[in-house]
């Protein structure tokens, strides 16, 4: 893969429904397995594939902690990225009233 192509997996795996909730809930920190599971209302499978869409795009990273897995944003970087599009949208409603 080239760096557009890697540019373009990782926006694309931000972009779901369901992962960009899984970042925002990882704001603060890591989680393990079962406060994902209990936080989003969706199979263990399915929350399983979003979570390694998540983790091959290089947006999150996962740990060992006894038995338990638990995953954290790969770094602050990915945070700031959101951060900026949701001040970029609000700005756009903003000026959109006006």
């Not at 983790?55 to 944003?73: N, Q, R, W």
């Not at 970029?88 to 959109?96: G, M, P």
Request: with cysteine; charged share 25%.
């Amino acid at each position: 893969m080239n760096f557009d192509d890697l540019t373009i997996n990782l926006l694309k795996a931000m972009a779901h429904p369901v992962r960009y909730n899984i970042i925002k809930f990882l704001y603060d920190g890591p989680k393990c397995v079962c406060k994902l599971n209990e936080e989003f209302d969706f199979s263990q499978a399915n929350l399983s594939q979003h979570l390694r869409i998540l983790k091959d795009a290089g947006i999150l990273k996962s740990e060992k902690v006894g038995l338990e897995t638990h995953y954290s944003l790969y770094n602050e970087d990915i945070k700031n990225i959101v951060i900026s599009v949701e001040a970029y949208v609000q700005n756009l409603l903003e000026n959109a009233k006006k």
